[in-house]
């Protein structure tokens, strides 16, 4: 599968931005998604993650309360809706998927996610 990431841009703190992730290649609903970001300097992290079903999904600590991840499978397409950004999210965001059998199951960690897009730019001024 390919993805392809798109939304990032420039906004100051308190907006809000979505990314978007198409998908291309094979069956969209057959895998689990994920959002990674990684900032100058530091590892890549988990942002969001989502089921196949998109019943199931993870938020990572720092921005739980603040962003959604979800999909449309008719569409091929994963989304990230981001609220009150700050600073410290300034970062390259990353879409990643991985097959998966599972409706409900999610894929959180870096290693276990085989396609991913090539990034798209978020800063967020002060």
């Known amino acids: 599968v390919q993805l392809q990431a798109s939304g990032g841009g420039l906004v100051q703190a308190g907006d809000s931005l979505r990314l978007s992730c198409a998908a291309s290649?094979?069956?969209?609903?057959?895998?689990?998604m994920g959002w990674f970001r990684q900032a100058p300097g530091k590892e890549r992290e988990i942002v969001a993650a989502?089921?196949?079903?998109?019943?199931?999904?993870y938020y990572g600590d720092s921005v739980k309360g603040r962003f959604t991840i979800s999909r449309d499978n008719a569409k091929n397409t994963v989304y990230l809706q981001m609220n009150s950004l700050k600073p410290e999210d300034t970062a390259v965001y990353y879409c990643?998927?991985?097959?998966?059998?599972?409706?409900?199951?999610?894929?959180?960690?870096?290693?276990?996610?085989?396609?991913w897009g090539q990034g798209t730019l978020v800063t967020v001024s002060s």
């Open positions: 990643a998927g991985r097959f998966s059998i599972s409706p409900s199951v999610v894929v959180t960690r870096l290693a276990d996610f085989t396609f």
């Open positions: 290649g094979r069956p969209f609903s057959s895998y689990a």
């Open positions: 989502i089921s196949t079903s998109g019943g199931t999904t």
